[in-house]
């Protein structure tokens, strides 16, 4: 049940998110909209809920739909025209963005509150919410962007349990405006005997950025693989396996943090059967100003408090020609167990 120290510190919560709001008059039970310095506030405040999550670029525009900006760009912006200036543009034509409504609502329960409550002051029990509001918006921004595939005009959470219908992820972007870039499938095979296999993800990695990231790119620094986790194991196995001296043993152990030379990540929702290669901040996240409302309000039929977050939002590629990704990679029998 709800007791009445949850329900004290409750008040102080709400008081403090109207506060918060700096929108005179605001009542957090109803629905509000987020004064311009707090949408600021709020978007950082999710972004550094996940460590993952802040390395993405994560901005504010003004159009629901308009050109995508690559302000990660590795293009040449440097040189000279004769009798006249030389310009690069920062972006590609006919690459845009479209954002969509996204409401998200985390609910917890009474019992949870009441937990809370009894387990630290007042002080604590705002960190606790706040925390587990912005924690579970963030990992649902990293879900959408890695498995979205569409957009419904009412999305079904038991059906797409990773947000596949709520928006347009990156990959599914990529796929759409330029399919080349997303290989369907590839295998790795230690042993060599599968047809068009590859013998470790060192071989894979390298091969997808040399074949399938622009050759303007490739070179980038700041370029970086996504490797999914069942992948990372598998192949840390077969190296443990295989290791016989200190050194290959040390190679082993270091393979969640390079591949090919690229620096590796395995982000929270990463599927566990695919790899990426692109700059992170080529991943975007894109929220459209004065569009985001907040409400906070206990639900006394439900038995639990609700605090809601609505705001445009949709995902962008800053330049296609720097990603490419295999969709599943598969590692035969014989190869890794």
């Known amino acids: 049940m709800f007791n009445a120290q949850a329900t004290t510190y409750l008040q102080k919560y709400c008081a403090s998110v109207a506060k918060a709001a700096m929108v005179a008059g605001v009542n957090p039970s109803e629905l509000f909209s ?43 912006l440097t040189g000279r025209v004769k009798d006249g200036r030389f310009r690069s543009k920062l972006g590609m034509d006919g690459n845009v963005y479209e954002l969509v409504e996204t409401d998200s609502c985390a609910a917890i329960m009474w019992a949870t509150l009441t937990l809370w409550a009894n387990s630290g002051s007042s002080g604590e029990f705002i960190k606790l919410m706040n925390a587990a509001v912005t924690r579970n918006y963030a990992l649902d921004m990293l879900r959408i962007g890695f498995h979205g595939t569409s957009i419904a005009a009412t999305t079904d959470p038991v059906a797409n349990p990773n ?39 060192d071989s894979l990695v390298n091969d997808l950025k040399n074949t399938t990231i622009h050759e303007v790119h490739r070179g980038n620094p700041d370029l970086v693989a996504l490797i999914g986790s069942d992948l990372v194991a598998s192949e840390q196995h077969r190296l443990l396996e295989a290791a016989d001296t200190p050194t290959e043993n040390k190679a082993a152990q270091s393979l969640a943090k390079t591949v090919a030379g690229l620096k590796v990540y395995t982000p929270p929702f990463f599927k566990p059967d695919q790899i990426w290669i692109t700059s992170l901040k080529n991943l975007q996240i894109l929220t459209q100003k004065g569009t985001q409302w907040r409400k906070a309000r206990n639900e006394e039929d439900r038995k639990q408090f609700e605090n809601s ?10 330049d296609l020609d720097k990603f490419a990704a295999i969709q599943t990679v598969t590692i035969v029998d014989g190869a890794v167990v």
Do not use: C
């Open 34 to 76: 987020i004064a311009p310095v707090i949408e600021t506030k709020l978007r950082q405040a999710i972004v550094h809920a996940d460590s993952f999550l802040g390395l993405v670029s994560v901005f504010s525009v003004d159009q629901i739909k308009g050109q995508v900006v690559d302000i990660g760009t590795g293009a040449l």
């Open 163 to 201: 947000g596949e219908d709520v928006n347009k992820g990156w990959l599914a972007i990529v796929k759409e405006k330029a399919s080349a870039q997303v290989l369907a499938s590839a295998v790795i095979d230690s042993t060599g005997k599968t047809a068009d296999s590859y013998k470790n993800l």
């Open 309 to 318: 977050y609505l705001r445009m939002e949709g995902y962008a590629i800053g």
